[in-house]
DNA sequence: GATGAATGAGATTTCATTCAT
DNA sequence: TATGAATGAAATCTCATTCAT
């Protein structure tokens, strides 16, 4: 018999979340067994099922974990005091340096087809949390007089999800040129939505 | 035992693809079985497997044979010579009244989020169809003197992948009033960015 | 719904493989079903593959299992110290008494045509067992007096291999006639390869 | 549908029994199925069971249409007038130069391990032809004064069936070298045996 | 003689979940 | 809290064989 090994519950609840989640990244949610969890984790099967009451309640678990943590993250850039609208936009599209969302770019995070489950849930999350940030953003933008029109959070949110199908679903077969194409099509939609100078967005192309 | 029907091949496969297409609407890919598939298309196991190699593959299959039978149709009114592009438009964003395709309208094919994988094929299928045929009316439009603007492919795409997301995915889960915002919202934005009179694309909000 | 019966995985492991054992030994592995192992062992479906992650498993596990006891069987009787060769011969030509090898005649396990892949496997430990053994028992019977010539370890399962090969293939048809010609054949062949006196081992022949 | 060749039933029926022995050297009698076979012979299914009552069938027509193509090779050989029993014996050891049968040495035919079915009946049918004979060839080399002792029938069978399954089964994995040794044991073996002079045979290791 | 669509009994395997310890 | 043996429903797939044409 292995050693029992007893834990905090938070500590011992995290990891397992923290195991499933590179997993998940890995292999995609449906692909993942419980088994290769507790394997990852370190623990017994009877384990899993004493913290997550099914294998899909760890999945809303992590997506909570990563929500809250992207959450934190891009308040933090949002709110931030000192920075213009357009640093903020640039931070936020680029993705926080050090973010412990993998460290990617917020464009990035979960572009493995195997992942749709997952990824859906994600993309849903950030776009709840970043669509009214970014039009926050847009609206210090406008004061900053970088835009002369509003834009709506239903269109950022628009703006969002159609850019997030189009790069993350890796079923379109994009070339790295094509996906530049894209972003540019993107910043352009903003400058005439938002009124801006042209090329005034051209950054996000390059991110 | 049971008594042997011949058919054509043709016959016989498209019966089982069509019986494949009702469950998977009612159910979605994954929680069919290959059971239900041939009690639905009252076939034996073997004969499913002799069209098939593989239960993905009738997905595949199936994928095709919609999204051919989108394209006829789209094609259809695309290219029709005596409509204005704001009828075309219409017509081809409620959906074609007596499409085989479900019938349904256009924005409401395979909302049910336990559909993902079938979805997100269409979906592709359906933005890679829809896109250039909607840029070419929208050109349409620019020489009919609704619009000033042109409006790229890209910009179309991203706009038809934005609201599939937002509408389709139901993980959101809309209101009919959220609803009717957001198509509004898509209506200004393609009305801002082609140059058009403020509410004239109003009618797609009511489809 | 079943009780639910806990066992030492030892075990239950090895009720699993004698549950097999019996099957295979009645009809042959290619014919016996996991399904009729797990009826026979009185186990779920899900348990055996807890056990044995396919069905060659436990055929390998059972021949290793048999292997094994073989083994520790004839190594008994071949290191005794008190037994002249000729004994040895007899004991382990006739098979031992009480053996868990099904308590069978060595000569007989497993005739059945249908058991052809582990009975291949068994026969080939049992001569990489047996020759060894042997050919030791042979030098004992040269320093007995009995042999005036050595006999070597290859020559032995030669003369194994082929009597096995024509008396357990039950391809060929024997009557008990002709299998015991077979044996006294065998006999002589030793008497002469190992220059023993005519008639010395004639014993053989009525195993 | 497919042109519909019409062949004499000799004819066809040899071509689907050659088609099958491809199939079954490479793969093995289990693995190959009756589909493949129709494939490589060209034919429809049905005309597989027009000339076959089941898959069986064709395994028992292609091992004796082996079984007596060896006879007839083999019988030419034997009942040659001019050779020494020397000279027959490594004719027929080695495998006629241009046997149909794969034109491979008899030794050889067949060692592939997926092969069990076919090379099990295949030996005991070149066992059953071998042997007597060999008994015969040996009998002609006491006459010729090569041999003292007469060997008889049964003693061949054993020593074939030995060194068929010793060199056949590829279960053992024996070394170039290993191999060299057994037939070498094999060759003194009926030296002692039949009364020769020691190296009168060693040929046979060299084959 | 020949075709190939159709059959269906079985076989193996997976895995989320439970529960006695 | 923790363990891991046990469960069993469900799923996919194979293939020898049949039979209407």
Redesign the pocket.
């Known amino acids: 018999?292995?050693k029992?090994?007893?834990?905090k519950?938070d500590v011992?609840r995290l990891e397992i979340i923290l195991a499933a989640q590179q997993l998940f990244e890995k292999n995609g949610y449906t692909k993942t067994?419980?088994?290769s969890i507790i394997a990852e984790a370190g623990?017994?099967?009877?384990?899993f099922?004493?913290y997550f009451k099914?294998?899909q309640d760890i999945l809303r678990a992590l997506i909570e974990h990563m929500g809250s943590e992207m959450e934190s993250i891009f308040n933090g850039v949002a709110e931030h005091p000192d920075l213009t609208a357009t640093q903020k936009l640039k931070k936020i599209l680029r993705g926080p340096e050090k973010s412990k969302i993998s460290s990617s770019p917020i464009m990035n995070i979960l572009h493995k087809p195997e992942n749709r489950e997952l990824q859906e849930q994600l993309n849903i999350q950030s776009i709840n949390v970043l669509a009214p940030l970014i039009a926050t953003i847009l609206a210090q933008g406008k004061k900053e007089g970088i835009f002369t029109n509003t834009i709506s959070v239903e269109c950022v949110q628009l703006i969002l999800a159609g850019s997030q199908f189009v790069l993350d679903s890796g079923l379109f077969s994009w070339s790295a040129q094509k996906r530049k194409v894209f972003l540019k099509t993107m910043a352009e939609m903003l400058e005439r939505l938002g009124g801006a100078k042209s090329g005034s967005l051209r950054f996000i192309a390059n991110l």
Chains 1, 2, 3, 4 share one sequence.
């Not at 623990?43 to 384990?47: E, H, L, M, P, Y």
């Open positions: 018999m292995k029992r090994i007893v834990k519950p011992r067994s419980v088994e623990i017994a099967k009877g384990t099922y004493y099914a294998k």
